[in-house]
């Protein structure tokens, strides 16, 4: 089964070769934008859990420390019974609160899939050490007890002040871990940003190229055929109306025209080969009738010079009569011919004036299309630009965040020195201030990305901008191509309009070479009756050979201005090709 071979309309055509670019515009955004908030939704969530469980692991090493002091000032002794019973329950409620918190940041970690993280030089994992935590964790915790059962004012022991180290040591390898981990996300993520700017770069090429191959084939459909209806008209214009090769088109607007031009040549090409065809019979016809007047003129002179001897020549006179009266007839005959083929001449000029005056109402309705879409254009042309004012604000921002990010920075590394003034006691905030000064390179290196995003995108923009500006050129190329179109079309019109007139010319002169055939072959009966009737009425009968005579001459020069007219019509014939 043959395929069915899909055409698309004019319209259709120019509106896929402007949406097409903008489609694919919009579908690489969002597949940026979205793909863009999929990784920032990976990093906060990251973030939030490393940032919350290194936050935990810092309060619980608080609490911890905190415990030893209230363990410190209840082993110093001098205090009341009632300032040892707050510091006891302080001790023991910081004792609580930190494995409290270790506890939620291990839960936490478990959920986030933490718990089997080590250090780049460990073989520890998370989870190890978090259970041996626990287990000197609950040591420490006895020895404490058993410690403060003794109020004999004595110094902590060297192990447990060594298990208390080795305790807050895990939490620090804890948070250094985190730290690592962090680290190594966010070098991933910018490993994923890099791959993923290089996929959207090739994705972006490979659009460009989409766009660029089908522009091309359909300017190159559009142009094909309007130069072939260019190359058509013309030949109609310069006379030449032979057959043409078929021309492969679509069922679009300008296919519909270049049939309807077809459709014209060949309709003029049929009238012209008729006419050629009935003024080649014309031409026969009336030199036969100049044959046939000169005979007549002779056979007149012949009858005026014979005159005096009637009785002799009567008869001589008799046939001569009888010869122009047959000859007038033929004459008739071929009169009545010419004016049914001019009648039918007269018929195909009016219907291809017809054609014409169709075809130059559909290239008019072909230009106002084609004005149509050039304001499409143009509006298009501002929708872009507008875009690309957008773009530069976002990049404005952007730069806000850069100078907001590095004032953040400056103000945490402010905060980390006076944190380093304060000593032991300024040791979390130090922590504090390095997670803000990471936030704040965070932020930078984000603005950083958007700055380079709004780069290619007004890149991008420019690069449409370019398209649609060749876009409206191409239009403008069309319009003047139709404008040549519209005035072969007047043209046409101008040399149909003129062989009209004089086909019009050619039926008033038949029309008068029939009435005055009519008449000679009366008067030529009458001749002939009077010649058999009476031999005696010479005054009669010269009269009548006179008058006779006047009218040859009347039909001799009719007969030459039929062949004038004949050879002005097969002049303006022969300037068309048909064959």
Known sequence: MKKRRISLSLRAKLLLLMSLPILMYAGSNVYILSKYGADMSNANALFEQTNEITTNVL??????????????????????????????????????QASERLQKAEEIANSAGMMELKKSDGDTTVQEIIASFRENFKVWVDDLGSSLAVSDGTAPNEDFMNRFIELRGSLNTIGEILEEYAGAQSELSKKQLEDFKL??????????????VVSFFIIRNLYRVVGYMISLTRAVADGDLRPRPAFKRGNDELGKIADSIETMASSLRGLIGTISENADHVSASSKQMQLTSKQSTEAASSVAVDIQSVSDGMESQTRGAEESARAIVEMAVGIARVAENTSSISEYSTATSQKAEQ????????????????????????????????????????????????????????????????????????????????????????????????????GEVASATGVMTKTLTEVEQGSKLLANVTESFTQIRGSIESIASQIHDNSAITEQMSASSEQVSATMEQSAHTAQLTLDSTRSVAAATEEQLALMEDITSAADQLQRIVSQLTESVTSFKVK
Do not use: P, W
């Open 59 to 96: 309060n619980a090493d608080r609490d911890l420390y905190q415990s030893l002091s209230a363990y410190q000032l209840l082993k110093s002794g001098g205090m009341s019974q009632d300032r040892a019973s707050l510091a006891q329950e302080d001790m023991l409620a910081n004792v609580k």
């Open 199 to 212: 996929q959207s770069y090739i994705g972006i090429a490979a659009c460009v190229i989409a766009i660029g």
């Open 359 to 458: 075809g130059q109402q559909q290239i008019d309705l072909l230009v106002s299309q084609m004005q149509g879409i050039k304001s499409v254009i143009q509006s298009l042309s501002g929708i872009v630009d507008s875009l690309n004012e957008r773009s530069r604000e976002i990049g404005q921002i952007a730069e806000q965040i850069t100078s907001f990010s590095n004032q953040t920075n400056i103000l945490s590394l402010n905060a980390s020195i006076e944190a380093a003034r304060a000593g032991e006691h300024g040791r979390g905030f130090t922590v504090v201030a390095g997670e803000i000064r990471n936030l704040a390179a965070a932020s930078l290196q984000s603005a950083t990305t958007i700055n380079e995003l709004v780069a290619a995108t007004q």
